[in-house]
């Protein structure tokens, strides 16, 4: 389906389906999964984004050792860091006067757009062209949990709907045989904030991001257990969904013919879901332009299976890849250990990722979100007045980078610029309910209208807050 | 021309005619039904309690009667020429009419606010603020439904099979389905008093408090963690849950269970298990995460309490109340900080070690040990082999450090300033413990138990309507206030008016709180013993069964779904009490936080507990009951929100908990349910339904049985995956 037949039937079925939603706890259950492509409130401009892909990276990485160059930091690097910077503010660790640290690593220009990017992203140099960086990010929070919370659901705390579930609730799934929202986590172990940040909130739980596991099943439960043949599981199911007529005949209830309904999606599930997960089936080329290695959990695995996600319709693909909180405590978590690693685990992957969708034709209607919860100081960070033992930052809210591309975000563009040690915005700043709000434009819904009546108020993604960012849109 | 006037004449006096049979035979105006609905759909949004713009709201009646910024007056009762309402909503000029932006009212809703104006302009408060009256002292349940019914011109449904009653009410009132020996008790029972008799022995199960227990936790946001970053495990809160379950199966009295969990620290020398039932707020969250200000999150936790309290027992949404006065309901911003103040001098301050806490031991272990002890002394003799066995039971019940509540000392206090906009930084007037005017008065002390009195003092309006509304609706699907989490002016209207009012001066008066007693009147109704079956009629003129012409209809709960598998199939360990347990759940699931616990299967039975016993954790709560719609705990949920999708179909068909179950449920078929496979398929569904399977049904099974080379397990399998065995009906 086009985008323009997709908006076409949602404004028809908008209507009928709010009544529907208003009205009605029966069958509901289909609708997620069902495709049943019907639009909550849609804005009245044709939508760019099919679906999104949202590379989360979880812990925080660093703007100031990958995208944002700050050559006067360098100058300032184990000098004390000036009262004006720590007047009046709160950090996470940071007690006292901290020293000033400069880049860690070196810069230079990439791509007909010279954009300046670190030694440490080689392959992610070669499609800067490709992409739109976002150097003025800023955040309401510093510490994680509540910070990665407050980029996916809009909120710090939990309760709140992921944004995953506020799309497929406001515009259906596409795909009928695979999950709307699904999720892949990598790295050490799943993100701060946990199962929440894809949890459906208040909305019903249906809208919840299935999570799809590297190891085991894929979806819970989505085997059969040993001996179990798909024969076998075929002759099972036909004899409850059989059963379930008999007893509609003589109960009435129209939600067993729902029930019936789910279960033949649950079979065809059990096809679809191995088949789509089966990064093995892929050509070498392709392993080669991701670094994938099959059976592994991995960043590059996901971002492979992102695409074959996106290849197949799923609305919303979130991805989580973890341990980039490089405060300099330890060497794990410090900008010449762990955070060298994390950046060798994610450069390859998520350039091919560009590098893929833009061959196959899906950066067309494919959204793609790059970015951490929030960015580090430009001190060293000082817990406890001293100095750590390795190089590292503190938690920063006022400024960080991101990149987005597709599904009409202007390319080959940089929007947003930081001071010149890099602490906190000058010009065209993003918050995150800003950013929210542009997704969701993309996708076509006004942000403003998708809400949700829940605990006497009505709810929304960028609570009573975000502004569309116009001028990164084509 | 002369009959041109005549006409003209007898027009006029016609005219005015109609005017004067209109309006003197008009209805008087109600202010909730017919006013109110106008005035939140087209004043609120500016003159409520968020915007009060030009100084005029009209959620605080004394403010629409004095003079606005403008100096004008908007509304003078009896008189709508000098209301300036009435001048606007009418006026032709663009400059001057409200609403501005949107369209102008109907005609007919211009009549009605005119008509008001000028029949005095009576305020009426919100029903749900007002107190419950009884209509008639020879009310009853069916009374109110049957007349309601009668009034939409449907009826009762004939009376439920034995079978589906029998099942209806053992799951409604424990949770569990009936054994076989249970279910050839009631169906081979044959008096008029064996239905009574069936409800009396269920509600003295001790299943019973496992089953209520299951509801209050949802709104206790009970779990076995800390809740954020790290999500530290509470190892020994399980006391409290043990607390609650002890507290139903003995019906304390519902005034007491309330005070008991707000306030049974500052009861006078209150005893081990009022102090142990504060817990009930202490499984508020608790921050670990490094680099987070303790005092953001002790606040947090109040917050929490606050919103909770007036939730659970007040049915009031007051979240919104935290930033701005409430839009829709008459509470004002600095009320919710007075009631802020009684909860805003516990010790507690989000320490990662939970502190304050008490080393306590559970009723049933405190009841269990106080036994024990009676037994040794009975012994005597501390070197027999029976001493010394008995010896090593009591010793192993050991208490454990629970949190609880703990008032500061009256020196150290902290002061209640308000928040400007929620903000907990921006301090505002200093304020005190005190309840919101729209409510009556507290004629009781300014802390905790001062409160909690309050709530269930029989002038509180809204407790036990809010109270009897939750567990109507536990048993019927539906509550009579659809909304159980908000009785405002935006929630649902009751269905059932004088049933709720009924039900609640019955449960706080006769009943003297009495859940039981209450319960049993609900299932002894004709209304509750309704066949569920659904015609195309009641489909048509009620869908959702809001007028009850039928018996109640929904999928089971999460815990419901797997306690009934696991007694289907004879596995289910009836051990009531205890601390959590950790059944089979996937590897990997409980991979989301560094260094803080892991999951270890229970083995030795233990593994096939009650779901209630599942330990929750909140960030990863147990994965095939959070497919079943249960929350995750984090906050207070009063109503979960029923689902149907096929990841379900995917936990009962393959989940090792249900394929086990099936397993076991097959081989009960082959050595219990005699010789022949049609036999033996026919038992395994009784086992599940409490009935044979009809002609159709019975066939399908057996078919399967032969399609699948004999493979019983795969029937079980379908048996526990039926329509009929996953849904209430």
């Not at chain 2, 606010?113 to 305020?123: E, I, M, Y």
């Not at chain 2, 007036?310 to 009031?316: D, I, L, M, R, S």
């Not at chain 2, 008066?509 to 609900?522: G, H, M, P, R």
């Amino acid at each position: 389906m086009t985008l323009k037949e997709e908006y076409n039937q949602r404004i028809h079925s908008s209507m009928k389906r709010r009544a529907f939603l208003r009205s009605t706890s029966l069958g509901l259950g289909g609708i997620a999964l069902s495709g049943l492509l019907t639009g909550f409130k849609v804005n009245p401009y044709l939508p760019k984004a099919k679906r999104v892909i949202f590379l989360h990276m979880a812990g925080a990485p660093s703007q100031l050792e990958l995208f944002d160059y700050k050559p006067a930091l360098q100058e300032l690097d184990g000098k004390p860091c000036p009262d004006s910077l720590l007047k009046g503010k709160r950090f996470a660790f940071i007690q006292g006067v901290p020293d000033m640290l400069g880049p860690q690593f070196s810069f230079s220009r990439h791509g007909q757009t010279g954009t300046w990017v670190s030694e440490l992203l080689p392959h992610f140099s070669k499609v800067v062209d490709d992409v739109c960086f976002l150097k003025a990010m800023h955040t309401d929070e510093f510490n994680h949990a509540p910070a990665q919370l407050f980029m996916h659901t809009g909120g710090p705390r939990l309760g709140r709907p992921a944004m995953g579930s506020w799309v497929t609730y406001g515009l259906g799934s596409l795909n009928q045989n695979l999950p709307g929202f699904v999720v892949l986590v990598s790295g050490e172990s799943a993100p701060s904030g946990g199962k929440s940040l894809w949890g459906s909130g208040f909305l019903p739980s249906e809208y919840q991001g299935v999570e799809l596991r590297s190891k085991g099943d894929p979806v819970l439960y989505v085997n059969n257990p040993e001996g179990v043949t798909r024969d076998l599981r075929k002759k099972t199911i036909d004899a409850i969904n059989n059963i379930n007529r008999q007893e509609y005949q003589e109960a009435g209830d129209p939600e067993i013919l729902a029930r019936i309904k789910q279960y033949e999606l649950a079979f065809k599930m059990q096809m679809t879901v191995p088949e789509a997960t089966d990064i093995d089936s892929e050509p070498e080329y392709i392993h080669k332009l991701y670094g994938t290695e099959p059976g592994k959990v991995s960043f590059a695995n996901n971002c492979l299976l992102a695409r074959r996600l996106a290849e197949r319709d799923v609305r919303f693909i979130q991805l989580y890849h973890r341990g980039w909180d490089s405060h300099g405590s330890n060497e794990f978590e410090s900008l010449h250990g762990g955070f060298l690693e994390r950046v060798k685990e994610v450069d390859q992957a998520m350039s091919a990722l560009v590098i893929d969708l833009k061959q196959r034709g899906l950066l067309e209607d494919t959204l793609v979100v790059w970015g951490g919860e929030f960015g580090r100081t430009p001190m060293q960070e000082n817990r406890g007045g001293v100095s750590n033992k390795f190089k590292g930052r503190d938690h920063h809210g006022e400024a960080f980078t991101m990149w987005m591309t597709g599904a009409g975000i202007k390319t080959g563009m940089t929007y947003g610029e930081t001071d010149e040690i890099g602490y906190a915005g000058v010009k065209d700043r993003i918050h995150i309910h800003d950013l929210q709000a542009t997704i969701l434009q993309q996708l076509g819904i006004d942000h403003e209208k998708l809400t949700y009546h829940f605990q006497g108020r009505d709810f929304r993604l960028t609570d009573v807050h975000g502004h569309v960012v116009k001028d990164i849109i084509t | 021309m002369k009959k041109i006037a005549t006409i003209s004449i007898i027009s006029i006096f016609l005219l005015s005619g109609v005017w004067w049979w209109t309006h003197s035979h008009q209805e008087k105006i109600d202010f909730n039904t017919q006013v109110r609905p106008i005035l939140n759909k087209n004043c609120l949004a500016c003159h409520g309690g968020v915007k009060q713009q030009s100084g005029l709201s009209f959620l605080f009646i004394e403010e629409s009667f004095s003079p606005a910024k403008s100096g004008k007056t908007a509304i003078v009762p009896g008189n709508v020429r000098k209301s300036e309402m009435i001048h606007r909503i009418t006026s032709d000029d663009p400059e001057i009419i409200m609403p501005p932006d949107k369209p102008p009212l109907s005609e007919k809703e211009i009549e009605t606010l005119k008509l008001w104006v000028r029949q005095g302009a009576k305020f009426d408060s919100h029903w749900a603020y007002k107190s419950p009256k009884l209509e008639s002292e020879n009310a009853s349940i069916d009374f109110f439904v049957e007349r309601k019914l009668t009034e939409e011109g449907l009826s009762f449904s004939e009376k439920a099979s034995r079978s589906t009653l029998l099942r209806r009410v053992s799951l409604d009132l424990t949770g569990l389905p009936p054994t076989y020996e249970e279910a050839q008790a009631f169906l081979t029972d044959q008096s008029d008093l064996a239905y009574e008799k069936l409800v009396d022995r269920l509600l003295q199960s001790p299943h019973f408090g496992e089953k209520w227990a299951a509801m209050w936790l949802d709104l206790a946001r009970y779990a076995d963690s800390q809740g954020y970053q790290k999500d530290l495990l509470r190892k020994e809160i399980w006391r409290y849950r043990d607390w609650l379950i002890h507290a139903f199966n003995n019906d304390l009295p519902f005034d007491q269970f309330t005070i008991e969990q707000l306030a049974g620290d500052l009861l006078e020398a209150p005893t081990d298990d009022q102090i142990l039932a504060t817990a009930f707020h202490r499984n508020t969250m608790t921050n670990d995460e490094g680099g987070t200000d303790d005092e953001e999150y002790r606040v947090a936790a109040v917050i929490d309490r606050v919103n909770t309290t007036f939730e659970v027992w007040q049915g009031t949404t007051i979240a919104c109340v935290q930033c701005h006065s409430h839009p829709y309901d008459p509470i004002r911003h600095q009320e919710y900080y007075e009631l802020y103040a009684y909860f805003n001098n516990t010790a507690d301050a989000d320490f990662s070690s939970d502190i304050p806490k008490t080393l306590l031991f559970s009723p049933p272990q405190r009841t269990h040990r106080e036994q024990l002890q009676l037994e040794l002394e009975e012994i005597g003799d501390s070197l027999s082999i029976e001493y010394q066995q008995k010896m090593k039971d009591f010793i192993a019940v050991q208490p454990g450090q629970v949190q609880i509540m703990k008032e500061l000392p009256p020196d150290s206090s902290r002061v209640t300033r308000i928040f400007e906009r929620g903000n907990w930084l921006a301090h505002g007037d200093t304020v005190f413990a005190d309840t919101p005017d729209f409510l009556p008065a507290s004629q009781y002390g300014r802390d905790r138990l001062g409160l909690a009195k309050w709530l269930v003092d029989g002038n509180n309006p809204l407790t036990s309507r809010v109270i009897v509304n939750r567990f109507w609706e536990q048993i019927f699907g539906n509550g009579i206030v659809y909304t159980l989490e908000d009785f405002g002016t935006q929630g649902r209207k009751p269905t059932h008016p004088k049933l709720l009012d009924y039900l609640a001066i019955k449960f706080q008066d006769d009943y003297q709180w009495s859940v039981k007693d209450l319960l049993k009147e609900i299932v002894m109704s004709q209304t509750y013993q309704q066949s569920s079956k659904i015609t195309e009629e009641f489909y048509k003129k009620d869908r959702y069964n809001y007028l009850l012409a039928r018996g109640p209809r929904y999928r089971l709960s999460a815990e419901a779904i797997r306690d009934q598998a696991l007694t289907i199939s004879g596995l289910l360990n009836r051990d009531v009490y205890g601390p959590s347990v950790m059944p089979p759940q996937p590897d990997g699931v409980w991979n989301v936080i560094r260094h803080v616990g892991s999951w270890q299967t229970d083995q030795g039975g233990d593994q096939h507990r009650r779901g209630i016993y599942t330990f929750w954790r909140r960030v990863s709560p147990y994965p095939s009951m959070m497919t079943f719609d249960v929350p995750s705990r984090e906050v207070c949920v009063s109503r979960r929100i029923r689902t149907n999708t096929p990841l379900q179909a995917m936990v009962t068909l393959n989940d090792p908990v249900f394929v086990e179950a099936a397993e076991h449920l097959a081989v009960r078929m082959r050595e219990e349910g005699g010789e022949k496979i049609e036999d033996q398929i026919n038992y395994g569904y009784f086992l599940a339904l409490m009935k044979e399977p009809d002609e159709i049904k019975h066939h399908e099974l057996v078919d399967l049985y032969h399609k699948t080379n004999g493979s019983m397990e795969l029937v079980a399998n379908v048996i526990l995956n039926l329509d009929e065995v996953i849904m209430m009906h």
